[in-house]
């Protein structure tokens, strides 16, 4: 599995000016593939590396091709648009970087030649240790950071298969099959107070508070990275080794209403799952996803399913009685889906439709399940 690690480096002329020569080489091809719509790199390479040298004497040879690789995928990407390349970036590799966690040192080519650069040593960099395959470094507001990429061992899967159903929603971002409930009360009254802010800021229209409005995005970001990060932690933590997850298509639309989409647009279930996915991936556990179709109108103890059962927050099941928090509810018919689910992977059967594990009055049967991790 890859990982990437993020070093802090001291902000020195040598890499900046090695950021806006890499910069220069890659506009050089980007232009010329651009207008003769070329992306093949070889060409590429022999149309622009003389012009690329002869423009930028002082320019490593292997920092050029790693430059002409890059204009090469950003005009596949972009299919030959003429793109400005703004954002103060380098990309290496194993050629023009050596990476040495146990000195805290990095070693990178520049276009003072090769030089040693030192770091703050992280816990991350004991843990997280392999092959260092490729870097990048990023020149952004005074700081240069390098993120190197490193290929762990896998971690061998562990298959007691017990499964959690993890429901996610908007009112409490993650409810879990086994009681445990993570609401969204604090980051929606946090979210609401910078909503407030940034709508007087944007009254206010003076560059200082343009400024502000700016910084004050950034803080919003991460305060919603980090309660992200701590309940995903939190959930795989727990002693199961499978997760099942709904798989999750939000559509905004415009019928849903503008208050609802604001919280649409606030909530965050993709990312949840992508840290779940990752940190469960370095614990060996395995996340399924499974189809959503009428999870929460499904009674979990008799199944029995009806659009009525559901009455906002409540679930009430119109045949045995039974009553239970929604979201609850939803958690455990997804676990039940999982455990399915996680059933059928193990005995290796080829994939079929696996609605008969959710007795629903209409089958999804274009829907079929897929594990969220590819490698594995
Ligand atoms: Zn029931």
Not at 142 to 154: E, G, S, T
Not at 162 to 171: A, M, P, S, T, Y
Not at 335 to 364: F, W, Y
Request: a positive charge; aromatic letters at 8%; hydrophobic letters at 35%.
């Amino acid at each position: 599995m890859f990982r990437t690690i993020q070093v802090k480096l001291p902000f020195e002329n040598s890499l900046v000016e090695t950021a806006v020569a890499f910069n220069k080489a890659c506009q050089i091809v980007v232009n010329y593939g651009s207008q003769h719509k070329i992306h093949n790199k070889d060409k590429l390479n022999k149309a622009t590396y003389r012009q690329v040298r002869e423009a930028i004497p002082n320019f490593p040879s292997a920092l050029v091709q790693t430059a002409r690789d890059q204009a090469s995928e950003m005009l596949k990407r972009t299919n030959y648009a003429k793109i400005v390349k703004k954002r103060l970036s380098v990309r290496y590799d194993n050629r023009t970087f050596k990476f040495y966690p146990e000195t805290n040192h990095v070693s990178l080519t520049t276009v003072q030649g090769r030089l040693n650069f030192p770091f703050n040593h992280y816990s991350y960099l004991d843990t997280w240790k392999g092959a260092y395959t490729n870097a990048q470094l990023i020149i952004r507001k005074k700081q240069a950071l390098l993120n190197v990429q490193v290929d762990v061992p896998d971690v061998e899967v562990k298959a007691t298969g017990k499964v959690l159903g993890i429901d996610r929603g908007v009112l409490n971002v993650a409810v879990c099959s086994d009681n445990t409930f993570f609401d969204s009360k604090h980051s929606r009254a946090v979210k609401g107070r910078y909503r407030y802010l940034r709508r007087r800021l944007q009254h206010v229209g003076t560059r200082s508070a343009h400024r502000k409005l700016q910084r004050l995005s950034g803080r919003e970001r991460r305060f919603v990275l980090n309660i992200n990060h701590c309940i995903s932690k939190a959930i795989v933590n727990k002693p199961c080794d499978v997760f099942a997850l709904e798989k999750l298509r939000i559509t905004r639309t415009k019928e849903n209403g503008k208050r609802f989409n604001r919280l649409l647009g606030s909530w965050s279930p993709n990312e949840l799952e992508r840290f779940i996915d990752y940190k469960a991936e370095s614990r060996g556990k395995l996340v399924l996803l499974v189809n959503p179709y009428k999870t929460s109108q499904r009674c979990s103890k008799c199944g029995f399913v009806h659009r009525w059962n559901r009455h906002a927050l409540d679930f009430h099941c119109g045949s045995c009685g039974f009553s239970l928090n929604a979201d609850l509810n939803a958690s455990r018919n997804i676990e039940m889906l999982g455990k399915a689910e996680h059933l059928r992977l193990c005995v290796n059967q080829p994939i079929v439709v696996s609605d008969e594990a959710l007795p629903t009055d209409n089958g999804d049967d274009s829907y079929k399940p897929c594990l969220s991790r590819h490698s594995s």
